[in-house]
């Protein structure tokens, strides 16, 4: 058996009171990942298929 390294791509979407998109661009900026909406993750990869630790 060996252990491998995946990536995964996940979206995450805010919902914000704005008056711009560039108020809203920087105040994404700022925002924790838990503020977010996360979407299940698509397109996994394997990036190394032979990890050691």
């Known amino acids: 058996m060996r252990k491998m390294q995946v990536m995964v791509i996940k979206y995450g979407y805010a919902t914000l009171e ?4 560039e108020e809203a661009l920087g ?6 990942d838990c503020d977010f909406d996360w979407s299940d993750f698509d397109d996994a990869q394997v990036v190394d298929n032979d990890v050691y630790y």
Do not use: G, L, Q
């Open 18 to 21: 704005v008056d711009s998109e």
């Open 27 to 32: 105040k994404t900026k700022n925002m924790k």
